[in-house]
């Protein structure tokens, strides 16, 4: 069975510009969530999504969006970027997101110049 | 808020060797405490977790050990490889989401042949 796919792998933007990000969940996982790890340190929570509506937030600014789909993948949108957006950005899907195991996809790695 | 605390921050054994890497965590509503492994350009893979109605939990040469009342878990990895040489993170549920996973700093274990 696929694990957790998450495109593009690599990404090179400037400063101020927008990034979209993409994932699907494995399949019959019904919750995506979004986290961002910077080098050195652990994930920190972004989102997350669980029939299509956001269930939480973590403490990033407004900049950072995301939406699930009706196929339970997910994007995640971050606009006017910053040098410090350069991290690895993971999904991580599970069958309902309560108290489950997520299981992570390789991530995208976002660098700002 | 959550917060996990990782330590060490790095670990050296010899093959043959017992790992140990400890975390604490503060309160949470939840019970659902999961150990991940990360090798560089690859995002968190699920390596053993448990629920702490158990006080320890063995899953092959990986076990997890928990304490409530001290809000404590330890990894310990037993006959210590080569190829487990990686970064170990901790997680906890956060007080208000079960989905919502606050992460350890990590520890970078090195197991030399």
């Known amino acids: 069975d696929a694990g957790v796919t998450q495109s593009p792998t690599h990404l090179i933007k400037t400063r101020g510009q927008q990034v979209t990000l993409r994932c699907s969940p494995i399949s019959g996982h019904k919750s995506v969530s979004w986290y961002q790890q910077v080098l050195g340190q652990g994930p920190q929570f972004i989102f997350q999504?669980?029939?299509?509506?956001?269930?939480g937030r973590g403490n990033f600014p407004d900049r950072f969006s995301a939406r699930q789909f009706p196929n339970y993948s997910s994007e995640l949108n971050v606009n006017a970027l910053l040098l410090g957006d350069s991290a690895l950005y993971l999904c991580?899907?599970?069958?309902?997101?309560?108290?489950?195991?997520?299981?992570f996809g390789d991530g995208t790695r976002l660098s700002i110049l | 808020q959550q917060q996990v605390k990782q330590s060490p921050q790095s670990l050296i054994v010899q093959k043959g060797g017992i790992s140990i890497i400890n975390c604490a965590y503060e309160n949470t509503a939840f019970d659902y405490f999961p150990w991940y492994q990360q090798f560089p350009g690859k995002g968190p893979a699920l390596l053993i977790a448990?629920?702490?109605?158990?006080s320890e939990k063995k899953e092959g040469r990986f076990t997890i050990s928990f304490n409530k009342s001290a809000k404590q878990f330890s990894l310990h990895i037993m006959d210590s490889q080569p190829g487990d040489s990686a970064t170990y993170f901790c997680?906890?549920?956060?007080?208000?989401?079960?989905?919502?996973?606050?992460f350890g700093e990590g520890t970078q274990l090195t197991v030399n042949p």
């Open positions: 991580a899907s599970s069958l309902s997101g309560f108290n489950q195991p997520q299981h």
């Open positions: 997680a906890a549920p956060s007080w208000t989401s079960g989905s919502r996973l606050t």
């Open positions: 448990i629920r702490p109605d158990v």
């Open positions: 999504y669980y029939e299509k509506e956001e269930r």
